[in-house]
């Protein structure tokens, strides 16, 4: 397929010793690896920011990027790495990305990828999103699969979808790793074209890791080839880049009925 050597992961935790991903430069160095013998020529690198154990500020993780880059190129490893940060929507969060705190994909303040609860929607948490697309800023929702709101109640991702807000599925996700019940409604959203963008949220070099082959085939699988495409590629690539992001249209989007457990709305 086309898409094999031409993979952008829009959300992964390589940068070492910075949060829970890599532990230190030799397990970053065996995920850029790993990345690379998958297919991916790009990472945009988003540690943890506010969520209650690391902070992470902009200047540190352009620095941080900066470096590692260095070190992958001076191993020859064929690899681009850029900013971004993965913020825990909080009450501070719009307060850090107006100032300039909080870093935005690729540092261009246009984007930003926002954590949920796995088990809640917080009281306020609609309003600081609101806030933050008030900003001028692009929402994009990390793996809203995980969060249990929002897969029990999909007319709220109708609701943000029409906002214009985005979302982002895990690899592992659509590829079944973690159960039927996730793998289903990362299916059933897709059908509905409500997805941008599907990334790895790696944190090792095995596991949780950089190899994104398993849940881009599965939607290719379900969908086309140019679906996985858009949603490995294309759309990441405009992250880096700053062009607008593309809504899955409809000739992509083929349903096809293997058992899937469907939601009528």
């Known amino acids: 397929m086309s898409w094999n050597n031409n993979i952008i992961d829009c959300h992964c935790h390589m940068l070492p010793g910075i949060d829970d991903g890599a532990g230190d430069i030799k397990q970053a160095m065996d995920m850029a690896c790993v990345a690379v013998d998958s297919g991916v020529t790009d990472i945009l690198l988003t540690p943890h920011h506010n969520d209650g154990m690391y902070c992470n500020i902009r200047e540190d993780i352009v620095s941080a990027v900066e470096a590692f880059q260095l070190v992958i190129k001076n191993a ?43 088990h809640s929607l917080p009281t306020g948490t609609e309003a600081i999103i609101e806030q933050i697309a008030y900003l001028g800023l692009m929402p994009v929702i990390a793996h809203p699969e995980r969060n249990a709101v929002l897969c029990n109640e999909p007319a709220q991702m109708q609701d943000w979808y029409e906002r214009g807000w985005k979302f982002q599925l895990t690899n592992q996700s659509c590829a079944g790793t973690f159960g ?71 000739s992509h989007v083929r349903r096809k009925r293997r058992g899937f457990r469907f939601w009528r709305g």
Not at 76 to 99: A, F, M
Not at 185 to 208: E, K, M, P, Q, V
Not at 216 to 224: G, T
Request: charged share 25%.
């Open 180 to 250: 039927d019940a996730i793998q289903d409604t990362c299916h059933d959203w897709l059908s509905r074209g409500w997805i941008h963008f599907i990334a790895s949220d790696a944190h090792r070099s095995n596991g949780r890791s950089p190899d994104m082959r398993e849940g881009i085939e599965q939607i290719a699988k379900w969908f086309s080839e140019e679906t996985a495409v858009l949603l490995s590629r294309d759309n990441p690539g405009r992250l880096i880049t700053g062009e607008p992001i593309v809504d899955m249209p409809p």
């Open 76 to 118: 020859n490893i064929k690899l681009r790495v850029h900013p971004g940060s993965e913020c825990h929507v909080t009450p501070e969060l719009p307060e850090h990305l107006q100032s300039g705190i909080a870093c935005t994909y690729a540092n261009r303040k246009q984007a930003v990828l926002l954590e949920l609860p796995k």
